[in-house]
């Protein structure tokens, strides 16, 4: 089983895509001031790049059996399950939805699956119970979105069942990580990848903020 990437001995990570845009525009600026007249263009990707890169990966190897689907092929699952009827005024509920099913997933939150209807507004009850129905479709279909499968990602590193560059460097984390792509990069340290130390984790007030968010979203 393949432990490192050999093609790639140094990822380049950011936040988002426009970042990682500007930083590999940066590094050749600063290849043209030095004087140099070539140089190797350096692999720079989103976090969210990667992660998906990991999971097509871990789906040709055979690591991953669930066929991955995209983030529109994913919305409209969802707008298969939801009862438009109940939010007829809300075109977006379906994006809505996907976005709360992204953040509990980013921020490790308990599944929906174990959540207490004790207490849950109608709405949330409504977001409850689409999740559900979207889990069961893609089960059915034998399909997943990106996010369960991320969520896979730590222990697919761990046990060495997905290839993972020699070095890791974070660039534009200004902010800190969500808990998923903090313990991707927890695990490739863990397997001797050499990994910048990423930013303190979310403190417990924005935890609980986002766990908030996530409930009740579909209804904002």
Request: aromatic share 6%; charged share 20%; net charge neutral.
């Amino acid at each position: 089983m393949v432990t490192t990437d050999p093609t790639d001995s140094t990822l380049i990570l950011t936040p988002t895509a426009r970042l990682a845009r500007a930083e590999r525009h940066r590094r050749a600026s600063s290849a043209v001031d030095s004087g140099l007249s070539s140089w190797r263009t350096p692999r720079v990707l989103a976090f969210s790049n990667w992660m998906s890169s990991l999971i097509e990966e871990g789906f040709v190897s055979g690591a991953i059996e669930q066929i991955p689907v995209s983030a529109v092929q994913a919305r409209a699952l969802w707008r298969s399950v939801i009862n438009h009827q109940v939010f007829i005024g809300e075109p977006r509920v379906a994006e809505m939805a996907q976005a709360s099913w992204r953040l509990i997933h980013e921020f490790q939150l308990p599944a929906v699956g174990r959540w207490s209807h004790t207490g849950l507004s109608v709405d949330q009850q409504h977001f409850c119970n689409w999740a559900e129905a979207y889990q069961a479709l893609c089960k059915r279909r034998s399909v997943s979105d990106q996010w369960p499968l991320a969520a896979r990602l730590p222990d697919l590193i761990r046990q060495r069942r997905i290839r993972v560059p020699k070095r890791i460097e974070l660039a534009g984390f200004e902010l800190p990580m969500p808990p998923l792509q903090r313990e991707i990069l927890d695990a490739a340290s863990a397997i001797g990848i050499d990994v910048e130390a990423p930013p303190d984790s979310a403190d417990q007030s924005l935890l609980t903020e986002i766990h908030s968010f996530a409930a009740v979203s579909a209804n904002e």
